[in-house]
């Protein structure tokens, strides 16, 4: 259940509350909105009485939330929330756009990617270190060494990175480069991983799981919301269905969806969702009409070479195209797209 504290309650009056619910055996979760507190009844405890809870000096309403996810859910925190990245809003007016190769291959390589994908008009710089591939002999990234490169190419163009970490150990190393933590679809449902992530407070892209509903999604950032990291990403990217000839389906009703239930930023993988990239313009710019706060691209600067998912890569020339579409769009729909800040020589 969630408390609803009046726009006049002192600060007396919302820690006041808080005591009481803590006596009960549970935890709370604070909401500072810009009018009003709420306060989230987390955890088990002894039974609350509603109408009493109701009754204290302060409180405005006492709402039962019915489905299992809380941090996570609009009726928790009404307003949407606003991540800063890279000088940009997301989860606010602005559209993120982050692009990259799928993987971090060389040096050379992701430096001159993020040049281009900066000029092009990216906000953020993706690139995978650690890879979470389907066979065991596929090239599995360069680890640590791949991340000094991220830094490098962030480094050199100003872009922030965002880029997948898969075990629990490895999460303070990634957070030493990474700006942005991605947790993969395969990881989803990993909870070790998930408190580990909600336990650094850094912020996270969490991609939906290939075979997951909504909710579960929903309930995934909530393990990492429930550590008070509230700088939470959800990314679509596509799941299973019985189509075959794209690589995933594009779930677009998820993005309003989302957007309805959950305060949280709502991102689109379409690289991944439809796994070539002649589709990759068409289900962007879908996304972004369907309400998504950004788009994460897998841009590559020789895709028939790339060490993986070449097949969905965009080349440079082809993402360029792509971003003035977006561009275009943004105002008809209430967005813009904001050019990331002049490195500083
Ligand atoms: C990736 O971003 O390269 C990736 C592996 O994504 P996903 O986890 O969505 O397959
Ligand atoms: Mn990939």
């Known amino acids: 259940m969630i408390v609803v504290m009046s726009v006049t309650a002192s600060a007396r009056e919302i820690s006041d509350v808080i005591g009481r619910i803590r006596s009960m055996g549970y935890d709370i979760h604070l909401s500072e909105g810009k009018e009003r507190t709420i306060i989230g009844v987390i955890g088990r405890g002894r039974p609350l009485d509603r109408d009493q809870l109701a009754l204290l000096p302060g409180v405005q309403d006492v709402v039962p939330v019915s489905h299992p996810y809380k941090i996570a859910s609009r009726e928790y925190h009404p307003d949407d929330t606003v991540i800063p990245l890279n000088g940009i809003q997301l989860g606010g007016k602005d559209l993120a756009i982050i692009a990259g190769p799928c993987s971090v291959e060389n040096r050379e390589q992701i430096i001159e990617t993020a040049h281009a994908v900066r000029e092009a008009g990216a906000t953020a710089l993706r690139g995978g270190a650690f890879k979470p591939r389907t066979s065991p002999y596929a090239f599995q990234g360069l680890g640590e060494e791949g991340l000094k490169y991220l830094a490098e190419a962030r480094e050199a163009t100003g872009l922030p990175i965002v880029t997948e970490v898969m075990e629990p150990a490895l999460v303070p190393l990634v957070c030493q480069y990474a700006d942005v933590l991605q947790i993969g679809t395969r990881n989803m449902q990993n909870y070790a991983l998930l408190h580990a992530v909600g336990e650094s407070q850094h912020p996270v892209l969490l991609k939906r799981g290939m075979s997951s509903t909504i909710e579960e999604l929903l309930m995934a950032a909530e393990y990492i919301l429930s550590h008070g990291n509230m700088r939470v990403m959800l990314c679509e990217r596509g799941i299973r269905t019985f189509e075959t000839y794209t690589r995933n389906t594009f779930d677009v009703n998820a993005i309003p969806v989302l957007k309805h239930i959950s305060h949280l930023p709502v991102m689109a993988d379409p690289s991944h969702a439809v796994g070539k990239w002649e589709y990759v313009e068409s289900v962007s710019l879908a996304a972004i ?25 965009l080349k440079p020339e082809r993402f360029a195209r792509l971003v003035e579409k977006v561009k275009q769009m943004a105002p008809i729909i209430g967005r813009q797209v904001v050019s990331p800040a002049p490195v500083q020589e």
């Open 289 to 313: 009409a369907a309400g998504a706060d950004g788009l994460i691209l897998e841009v590559h600067m020789d895709p028939e070479h790339a060490e993986s998912d070449g097949r969905q890569s």
